[in-house]
């Protein structure tokens, strides 16, 4: 099946959230800044190393049954990467003092971590994602996954490592610390479909 949301691989972690309002919370226990900084640049390696020198010609096929090829998946990664940066956005305005409203006693609270959501929904995002990079080769979608993920890491740096334990659910629906969502989704999502299009 071609991915259907954007934070995940869809044999491992992309059907958390099959309906509008259901979330999957990551497992995983909230990083350091020092160990989510070498996850997200060993990472950025190993896409490298294992799609940098690999034939053209072997993204053209598929890899998911009724769905994308190679070389749309890695358009898929290329393009959501630049997400990212903003899960630290969606933590600091969490993080920071709600103003009380007018006439009421306490703040309103919400049981469901703060989130963003893109126009028309994650599935219509990464399709329009992928159909803009019909033409581009992929030297082109590595040069963009490279140019955004080195934006993500430098977001990161410069990131209050206290942030990093702030709940937080992705656009996709994952939902837990902004570290934990971001190993998931920046290492784990990546590496997964790293996976997919080498065929391990």
Do not use: C
């Amino acid at each position: 099946m071609q991915p259907s949301k954007g934070d995940a691989r869809p044999d491992k972690i992309e059907n958390e959230s099959s309906e509008e309002g259901q979330t999957m919370a990551t497992e995983q226990a909230t990083p350091t800044k020092t160990e989510l900084l070498a996850a997200l640049r060993s990472s950025a390696r190993e896409v490298q190393a294992k799609l940098g020198e690999r034939p053209a010609e072997t993204f053209e096929e598929g890899r998911y049954e009724n769905g994308w090829s190679g070389r749309q998946i890695f358009a898929h990664v290329a393009s959501i990467e630049w997400t990212y940066p903003r899960l630290i956005d969606i933590a600091k305005q969490a993080a920071a003092p709600s103003p009380e409203k007018p006439g009421r006693d306490e703040p309103e609270q919400s049981d469901q971590p703060p989130t963003r959501t893109m126009r028309g929904g994650v599935d219509d995002y990464n399709q329009r994602q992928v159909e803009k990079r019909a033409q581009a080769s992929v030297a082109e979608l590595l040069a963009e996954f490279k140019k955004n993920r080195t934006a993500t890491i430098a977001a990161v740096e410069q990131l209050d490592e206290a942030l990093l334990a702030t709940p937080i659910r992705s656009a996709g629906g994952i939902s837990g610390t902004l570290g934990s969502v971001i190993q998931m989704v920046a290492v784990a999502h990546v590496l997964g479909h790293v996976s997919d299009i080498v065929g391990d």
